[in-house]
């Protein structure tokens, strides 16, 4: 079904949302949503298991050395490690998914902190 809702645009439609309700699922927007969740997803998992092959190592030459303000460096690695692996999966089936981009939107500020630490910017 090809549809012309209230703001003009065409949307594929496969389905009401929900029973009485006169929404209509816009199949492009929702698969649009869906590749946006998993390829955030498929980065921070990587970003994670990229932390997890030498945690010491970006404990001591990132943690400890850009973001000295951070008491006991590799428990904020790990946690940084725990949030990269679980909340991506999460995030990409939909479970939790605001506290899980919390979660990811913390460890990429602290990385922006860093790369600002870093560079000068």
């Not at 970003?47 to 030459?61: I, M, Q, R, V």
């Amino acid at each position: 079904l090809v549809d012309r809702g209230n703001n003009g645009r065409r949307g594929v439609v496969l389905a009401r949302a929900s029973e009485g309700s006169d929404q209509d699922l816009n199949i492009s927007a929702e698969l649009g949503i869906l590749s946006l969740r998993l390829g955030t997803s498929l980065m921070m998992f990587h970003n994670g298991l990229d932390k997890l092959a030498d945690p010491e190592g970006f404990s001591t030459f990132v943690v400890a050395k850009y973001l000295a303000f951070l008491p006991q460096p590799l428990l904020w690695t790990y946690g940084a490690i725990a949030a990269e692996l679980v909340c991506p999966i999460l995030l990409a089936l939909g479970i939790l998914a605001r506290p899980s981009a919390a979660a990811l939107l913390g460890t990429m500020s602290f990385a922006v902190l860093f790369h600002l630490n870093d560079t000068g910017l």
